[in-house]
């Protein structure tokens, strides 16, 4: 097909103003992503705090049944930390994570109900985790123990002791959770994943198997 100078022209004219205007959709685009991705970043704030919740006495510590005698001192301080996450609607959630064996429904039943009575927090917005140290105290409580008395033979001493600590230790939190609300400020959220391959389940073995 022979193409005349004016046609030629014009169809040169139509193919740089279509693939002009498909720059300019995909620049507009990606501007556009941009801005919600930077608006979407400004609408999380965050805040976090710490403290120390090392028991000032000496107190057995709870995970090895085996051992016959409370802790004769310490390396390194327990800690508790605390991170609450707040959306552009003000919903928030506040991750609690202590360096303890593990959490008793006494104490995680009595924070919740501290946390939604003076910040509003719902229950469900609460929670609580342990690093299941075995390097922490015996959890002795009124209600339910955390491996208490069921491998322990405490004397009256030791679980009134361990009763203080739980109590001083539901003060720590609530002040903690309180003091990551005040530090709130604008955030940017992101996460990642990774796998731990040295961890193992414990297994009884037998003259066949394990089960």
């Known amino acids: ?14 193919r740089f103003a279509g693939s002009l205007l498909i720059c300019l959709c995909t620049l507009t685009v990606l501007v556009g992503g941009l801005t919600a991705s ?21 107190m057995w510590m709870s995970g090895y049944a085996a051992r016959t005698k409370p802790s004769e001192g310490k390396v390194h301080d327990l800690c508790a930390k605390a991170l609450t996450l707040e959306d552009s609607q003000g919903t928030r959630f506040v ?20 946390v939604n ?31 208490g008395n069921t491998f322990y033979a405490l004397s009256p001493q030791q679980i009134q002791r361990s009763r203080q600590y739980v109590e001083a230790l539901q003060q720590k939190l609530l002040r903690l959770i309180g003091r990551s609300i005040e ?19 414990r297994r009884l073995k037998t003259e066949q198997d394990y089960r």
């Open 117 to 147: 009575q003076r910040y509003k927090l719902p229950p469900e917005f609460l929670l609580l985790n342990a690093s299941h140290t075995h390097c922490g105290p015996v959890m002795e409580e009124a209600k339910d123990s955390i491996y």
């Open 1 to 14: 097909m022979v193409m005349t100078k004016a046609r030629r022209f014009f169809w040169l004219g139509s």
């Open 95 to 114: 991750i609690v994570t202590v360096d303890l064996i593990g959490v008793s429904r006494s104490l995680r039943d009595w924070l919740e109900k501290q």
């Open 38 to 58: 930077a608006h979407a970043q400004e609408m999380f704030r965050a805040g976090v705090a710490s403290t120390v919740i090392t028991p000032e006495q000496s």
């Open 183 to 201: 530090n709130l400020a604008p955030a940017r959220l992101a996460y990642t994943h990774a796998r731990a391959g040295f961890a193992m389940n």
